[in-house]
C-alpha cells in the first residue's frame, strides 16, 4: 500500500494528536525489510479512525432503529438495565457483563447490519480445493459476511430481529463462528473489536435506562424506513429520527 497518499490530510490529524510522539519510533528494523517510519505510523493512526467511528456509530443508529420497531425487546431489554443499575444514575463498564441480553441484541443488530457487509479482500496463497470448486493462487476473494449473516442454511427465520436466538448460541465476537463474521475474521479481523463492542454497549444501555424512545410526527413502528445505503459502512438511507422522553 502506498502510505504517502495520507501525507496531507496527516498534518491535521497529528495536530490534533499531540500525545503521539512519533519521533520515539527507530528509522528501520533492517530485519524484516519493512520500514516503520513516520508515514507508517500515521497511516495507522488514521486507518484506526477510519475504521473506528462510522461503523461503531451507524450500528448504534442500526440497533436503536430495531429497537423502535420491536417494543417487546426494548421492554425487556429497559427491564434488564434497570435491574442492574438499581437505582444509580449511570450505567457503567463494569454493568455490562451481567447484561446478557443487552449483548444479545446487539449481537442480533450486528448480524443483521453489518457495517463492513463486504470483509477486506484477501488473496489466496496456494491453490485450494474447496466444496468441489478449484481456486488458483493469487485469487481475490470477496467475503460477503451480510449474505451470511442471513443465510437460511445457518438461521432460523433469518430476516426477523429476535436477540433471543444469542442468549441460546454461544458465538462470540472472534470470528471462530463462520456463520456470524461482523468483525471479520483471522489475521485481517477487526483490531478494534473490544472497544467497538463496550462504546456500543455501553451507549445502548444508557440510552435505554435513561430514555423512553419514539417516532416523531405520528410515524408509526411498523413504517420506519430500514432501506440501506452502500458505502464502505453500510448505513440507512433515511437518517434514524427518534423522540426521547426521561424515565426518571
Ligand atoms: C461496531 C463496530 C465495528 C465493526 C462492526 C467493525 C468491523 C470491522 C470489519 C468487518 C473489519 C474487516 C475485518 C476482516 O476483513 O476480516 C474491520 C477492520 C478494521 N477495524 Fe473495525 N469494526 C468496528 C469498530 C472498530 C473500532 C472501534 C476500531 C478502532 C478503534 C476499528 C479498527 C479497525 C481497523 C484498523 C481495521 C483494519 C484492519 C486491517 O486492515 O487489517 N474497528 N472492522
Same mark, same amino acid.
Given at each position: 500500500m502506498n502510505y504517502n497518499i495520507y501525507q496531507e490530510?496527516?498534518?491535521?490529524? %497529528?495536530?490534533a494528536t499531540p500525545l503521539i510522539h512519533f519521533n520515539k519510533f527507530s528509522p528501520k528494523d533492517g530485519t524484516t525489510g519493512f520500514t516503520f517510519e513516520r508515514d507508517t505510523?500515521? $497511516?495507522?493512526?488514521?486507518?484506526?479512525?477510519?475504521?473506528?467511528?462510522?461503523? $461503531?456509530?451507524?450500528?448504534?443508529?442500526?440497533?436503536?432503529s430495531e429497537l423502535i420497531r420491536h417494543p417487546r425487546v426494548l421492554e425487556k431489554l429497559q427491564h434488564e438495565v434497570k435491574e442492574i443499575a438499581q437505582g444509580r444514575s449511570m450505567i457503567v463498564e463494569e454493568d455490562l457483563e451481567k447484561m446478557q441480553y443487552l449483548k444479545a441484541v446487539i449481537k442480533e443488530s450486528l448480524r443483521l447490519h453489518m457495517p463492513a457487509t463486504l470483509l477486506a479482500p484477501r488473496i489466496s496463497t496456494q491453490d485450494v480445493k474447496l466444496m468441489g470448486y478449484d481456486i488458483p493462487a493469487g485469487t481475490q476473494v470477496i467475503i460477503n459476511a451480510w449474505a451470511i449473516g442471513r443465510d437460511p442454511m445457518s438461521w432460523e427465520e @433469518?430476516?426477523?430481529? %429476535?436477540?433471543? %436466538?444469542?442468549?441460546e448460541n454461544s458465538i462470540s465476537?472472534?470470528?471462530l463462528h463462520f456463520e456470524w463474521? @461482523?468483525?471479520?475474521?483471522? %489475521?485481517?479481523a477487526c483490531p478494534g473489536i473490544q472497544f467497538g463492542v463496550a462504546i456500543m454497549e455501553l451507549a445502548l444501555a444508557n440510552? &435505554?435506562?435513561?430514555?423512553?424512545l419514539g417516532l416523531p410526527n405520528g410515524v408509526k413502528q411498523e413504517d420506519l424506513?430500514?432501506?440501506?445505503?452502500?458505502?464502505? &459502512?453500510?448505513?440507512k438511507k433515511s437518517p434514524? &429520527? &427518534?423522540?426521547?422522553s426521561p424515565r426518571f
Amino acid at each position: 500500500m502506498n502510505y504517502n497518499i495520507y501525507q496531507e490530510p496527516m498534518t491535521q490529524l %497529528r495536530a490534533a494528536t499531540p500525545l503521539i510522539h512519533f519521533n520515539k519510533f527507530s528509522p528501520k528494523d533492517g530485519t524484516t525489510g519493512f520500514t516503520f517510519e513516520r508515514d507508517t505510523v500515521k $497511516a495507522i493512526i488514521l486507518d484506526v479512525f477510519l475504521a473506528g467511528m462510522d461503523t $461503531a456509530s451507524k450500528s448504534l443508529e442500526w440497533v436503536t432503529s430495531e429497537l423502535i420497531r420491536h417494543p417487546r425487546v426494548l421492554e425487556k431489554l429497559q427491564h434488564e438495565v434497570k435491574e442492574i443499575a438499581q437505582g444509580r444514575s449511570m450505567i457503567v463498564e463494569e454493568d455490562l457483563e451481567k447484561m446478557q441480553y443487552l449483548k444479545a441484541v446487539i449481537k442480533e443488530s450486528l448480524r443483521l447490519h453489518m457495517p463492513a457487509t463486504l470483509l477486506a479482500p484477501r488473496i489466496s496463497t496456494q491453490d485450494v480445493k474447496l466444496m468441489g470448486y478449484d481456486i488458483p493462487a493469487g485469487t481475490q476473494v470477496i467475503i460477503n459476511a451480510w449474505a451470511i449473516g442471513r443465510d437460511p442454511m445457518s438461521w432460523e427465520e @433469518p430476516e426477523e430481529f %429476535r436477540p433471543e %436466538r444469542f442468549l441460546e448460541n454461544s458465538i462470540s465476537y472472534k470470528g471462530l463462528h463462520f456463520e456470524w463474521l @461482523p468483525f471479520g475474521a483471522g %489475521r485481517r479481523a477487526c483490531p478494534g473489536i473490544q472497544f467497538g463492542v463496550a462504546i456500543m454497549e455501553l451507549a445502548l444501555a444508557n440510552i &435505554v435506562y435513561k430514555f423512553d424512545l419514539g417516532l416523531p410526527n405520528g410515524v408509526k413502528q411498523e413504517d420506519l424506513d430500514m432501506s440501506e445505503k452502500y458505502g464502505i &459502512v453500510l448505513h440507512k438511507k433515511s437518517p434514524l &429520527v &427518534v423522540t426521547t422522553s426521561p424515565r426518571f
